[in-house]
């Protein structure tokens, strides 16, 4: 069964740096598009950030240029390097992984709390 584990969470300052890591158990890890989505209180879950080649990524408009999402093949890990963090970017972030050849292949993390307070 595939399973997505997230780490790297916790309480930052605003203008802070956070990395958070997705290790992905139990699929062929190089066959998934890989995914940072987050949902704050009161919000729905939202795109932050995919990658499907290390040339192939998209971010959404709010975090553009603070935020870069990466991916080792070797370490079945996708990561997401935040840098100069906002309150705004306070929500639970989750980990998400869907196979190229199937969209009904879709699967996610536990989530972590990511809170940016001062």
């Known amino acids: 069964q595939v399973q997505l584990v997230e780490s790297g969470g916790g309480l930052v300052q605003p203008g802070g740096s956070l990395r958070l890591s997705c290790t992905v158990s139990?699929?062929?890890?190089?066959?998934?598009?890989m995914g940072w989505y987050r949902q704050a209180p009161g919000k729905q879950r939202e795109l932050v950030a995919s990658?499907?080649?290390?040339?192939?990524?998209n971010y959404a408009d709010s975090v553009k240029a603070r935020f870069t999402i990466s991916r080792d093949n070797a370490k079945n890990t996708v990561y997401l390097q935040m840098n100069s963090l906002k309150p705004e970017d306070t929500a639970v972030y989750y980990c998400?992984?869907?196979?190229?050849?199937?969209?009904?292949?879709?699967?996610w993390g536990q989530g972590t709390q990511v809170t940016v307070s001062s």
């Open positions: 998400n992984a869907k196979s190229v050849f199937s969209a009904s292949n879709d699967y």
């Open positions: 139990g699929g062929m890890f190089s066959f998934y598009a």
């Open positions: 990658i499907t080649s290390p040339t192939r990524t």
